[in-house]
């Protein structure tokens, strides 16, 4: 069973702070690593894709990927209000389907 | 097209009535999902057509869901003598899983109501 695990939260953070999502994954096969966001009533939106270990920047945001410890996150630099929403994991096994978080809830507070 | 395009956006249906969703990728993509989303809680996995093939129907809840490819386009998701625990959104995504495009993008989700 391949599994996409994340914290469900509230994760609430200041604006202007530095949010910190994270996800992991159960199958060492996967290859491909995405980020989602997902605004109440609206359907997902894709943030970043990450491939190969390591550090991938877009902006304020940045994607780790850590296969070793198959462990994934999202940064997000200096949030704003706008940035509240839910943030999806998800992960691609053998070029086929796409595996996905439950979700991690991100509240940027005033 | 230039997104993937659902439809009908809103869907209002009797217990027991067929109904049918439609979802039209990306030109191009060669793979297309369907999930659904109740209401606050994550994406359910239901179907994976790679063209006209489905190699993964794990996630149809029952026989009453089945769905279809044609022309490795368009999707037809159809859900028969509904129940009100079929309410949800149904979303429909894209992928061309080939080369550096592997990112599957959404349409706007078609909400169903069961009454």
């Known amino acids: 069973q391949k599994e996409v695990e994340q914290n469900s939260g509230p994760l609430s953070v200041p604006e202007g702070a530095i949010a910190s999502l994270n996800c992991t994954y159960s199958?060492?096969?996967?290859?491909?690593f995405f980020w989602y966001r997902q605004y109440s009533g609206k359907s997902p939106e894709l943030i970043m894709s990450?491939?190969?270990?390591g550090d991938k920047e877009d902006g304020r945001f940045t994607a780790q990927l850590n296969k070793a410890s198959q462990y994934v996150s999202l940064l997000i630099r200096d949030s704003q209000p706008s940035d509240s929403a839910t943030y999806l994991c998800?992960?691609?096994?053998?070029?086929?389907?796409?595996?996905f978080g439950s979700g991690t809830k991100l509240n940027v507070k005033p | 097209g230039a997104g993937v395009s659902q439809s009908p956006s809103n869907k209002v249906t009797e217990k027991g009535k067929d109904v049918e969703l439609r979802c039209d990728p990306i030109?191009?993509?060669?793979?297309l999902y369907w999930y659904r989303q109740s209401l606050g809680q994550g994406l359910e996995f239901l179907i994976y057509?790679?063209?006209?093939?489905?190699?993964?129907k794990s996630g149809l809840p029952s026989d009453r869901f089945s769905a279809e490819r044609t022309g490795g386009s368009v999707s037809t998701l159809t859900i028969q003598r509904t129940q009100q625990e079929d309410s949800a959104v149904y979303l429909c995504?894209?992928?061309?899983?080939?080369?550096?495009?592997?990112?599957?993008?959404f349409g706007q989700g078609t909400r169903l109501t069961v009454v």
């Open positions: 995504a894209s992928s061309s899983l080939a080369g550096t495009g592997l990112e599957a993008f």
């Open positions: 199958d060492r096969g996967s290859q491909s």
């Open positions: 990450i491939y190969s270990n």
């Open positions: 998800a992960v691609i096994y053998n070029f086929n389907k796409f595996y």
């Open positions: 030109s191009g993509h060669t793979a």
């Open positions: 057509f790679q063209g006209n093939s489905a190699p993964d």
